[in-house]
């Protein structure tokens, strides 16, 4: 067995999604709850703004069902073990959070005839050496009906629970 540059528990790697999803149930709810509770006791027409914010959090109580499914599915799904070639690693900024940029790790690996991509912590991404071999265990990501690409050739990673350095020989490689 080679070392191990990255381990989590399943658990801790759909945390954030499922943090997410508890978050916003409780934002939808207390929503739902503030546009029927009556102020002060007394019977008061009901206001274009309370039938907004009540819209609002349904929405919010919807969404984060859907999230919620979309996340326990995954979690609950296969977990897949292959060992791959680093082909490119690549720091990627996006826009995000009104104007802020965010920054992912993102490693380009391949396993002829497919390749994947992994997005990886900071740590585990400065270990990751490129045409270097490791075995990555990860949940394959799931649409909400079916993949949008052709999954004979290409697969992208939901979450990785570990990533350990493999013998050369297991890529092709002498």
Same mark, same amino acid.
Request: glycine share 10%; net charge positive; charged share 20%.
């Given at each position: 067995?080679?070392?191990?540059?990255?381990? +989590?528990?399943?658990? !801790?790697?759909?945390?954030?999604?499922?943090?997410?999803a508890l978050i916003m149930l409780?934002?939808?709810?207390?929503?739902?709850?503030t546009s029927f509770i009556r102020e002060g006791?007394?019977?008061?027409?009901?206001?274009?703004?309370?039938?907004?914010?009540g819209l609002a959090g349904g929405f919010l109580v919807l969404t984060a069902g859907v999230l919620a499914f979309l996340t326990?599915?995954?979690?609950?799904?296969e977990v897949k073990t292959v060992t791959v070639? +680093?082909?490119?690693? !690549?720091?990627?900024e996006s826009n995000c959070n009104d104007g802020d940029t965010c920054i992912s790790y993102l490693?380009?690996?391949?396993?002829p005839p497919k390749a994947y991509d992994f997005t990886v912590d900071r740590e585990a991404y400065e270990k990751l050496q490129v045409r270097a071999c490791y075995e990555f265990t990860y949940y394959?990501?799931?649409g909400l009906l079916a993949p949008a690409y052709d999954t004979n050739y290409y697969e992208a990673a939901s979450a990785i629970t570990s990533i350990i350095v493999a013998d050369a020989s297991a890529c092709?490689?002498?």
């Open positions: 067995m080679g070392t191990v540059i990255y381990s +989590v528990s399943p658990m !801790q790697a759909f945390m954030g999604q499922f943090v997410t409780a934002i939808g709810i207390f929503g739902l709850a006791g007394r019977r008061k027409p009901i206001t274009l703004s309370r039938i907004v914010l326990y599915r995954e979690f609950k799904g070639l +680093v082909d490119d690693k !690549q720091v990627v490693v380009e690996t391949s396993a394959p990501e799931h092709g490689q002498h």
